[in-house]
Antibody, heavy 122, light 106 residues
Framework: EVQLVDSGGGLVQPGRSLRLSCAASGFTFDDYAMHWVRQAPGKGLEWVSGISWNSVTIDYADSVEGRFTISRDNAKNSLYLQMNSLRAEDTALYYC???????????????WGQGTLVTVSS | SYELTQPPSVSVSPGQTATVTCSGDKLGEKYASWYQQRPGQSPVLVIYQDKKRPSGIPERFSGSNSGTTATLTIGGTQAMDEADYYCQAWDSSSAVFGGGTKLTVL
């Protein structure tokens, strides 16, 4: 059974940094692209970033480009999101999601973590 | 930037057919996926590549995509189908979600 466990969220001041983690199990992690998707309170889903199986291809939403960095450690079956220069509008529940293929694009998201809440506020 | 438009809400009586639409420029030339999100839960994939169902998703869920509109159809809607539904497609290297549709079964 695929399991994705998100962690690392919390309350952080504007301009500060936070690192999210996603621990994966139940599938061959390095066979699949992985993604982060967020959901602001009471709002819809927003794709944040995706990374290919071998970390060669990385894509970001315009809203986070230059501030967020996605990475993965296939030896540890883990996905990460380094978030810098955080803003109030980054406040959201952040989900790790498994892609359907090795590359980032044209995936569907077939498994999701439980989400980790990031609150950016002074 | 590419946009997908969904109706904010759809209502259906139990046992009837629910239809949720998703509109976007030349959407029929892309693959659409659909996700169900029940209150307080993570999203669940219910349709991918326009009309395919993942294992474990009931047959009453079906999808289509043509022209500018993708459609999620739920036949014989049950109370447990009450949830938010999101369509999703790819625009170049970015995934795009629709704004979501709240399906009410009453």
């Amino acid at each position: 059974e695929v399991q994705l466990v998100d962690s690392g969220g919390g309350l952080v001041q504007p301009g500060r940094s936070l690192r999210l983690s996603c621990a994966a199990s139940g599938f061959t992690f390095d066979d699949y692209a992985m993604h982060w998707v967020r959901q602001a309170p009471g709002k819809g889903l927003e794709w944040v970033s995706g990374i290919s199986w071998n970390s060669v291809t990385i894509d970001y939403a315009d809203s986070v480009e230059g501030r967020f960095t996605i990475s993965r450690d296939n030896a540890k079956n883990s996905l990460y999101l380094q978030m810098n220069s955080l803003r109030a509008e980054d406040t959201a529940l952040y989900y790790c999601a498994k892609g359907s293929g090795t590359v980032t694009t044209l995936n569907w998201f077939d498994s999701w973590g439980q989400g980790t809440l990031v609150t950016v506020s002074s | 930037s590419y946009e997908l438009t969904q109706p904010p809400s759809v209502s259906v009586s139990p046992g009837q057919t629910a239809t949720v639409t998703c509109s976007g420029d030349k959407l029929g030339e892309k693959y659409a996926s659909w996700y169900q999100q029940r209150p307080g839960q993570s999203p669940v994939l219910v349709i991918y590549q326009d009309k395919k169902r993942p294992s474990g998703i009931p047959e009453r869920f079906s999808g289509s995509n043509s022209g500018t509109t993708a459609t999620l159809t739920i036949g014989g809607t049950q109370a447990m189908d009450e949830a938010d539904y999101y369509c999703q497609a790819w625009d170049s290297s970015s995934a795009v979600f629709g704004g979501g549709t709240k399906l009410t079964v009453l």
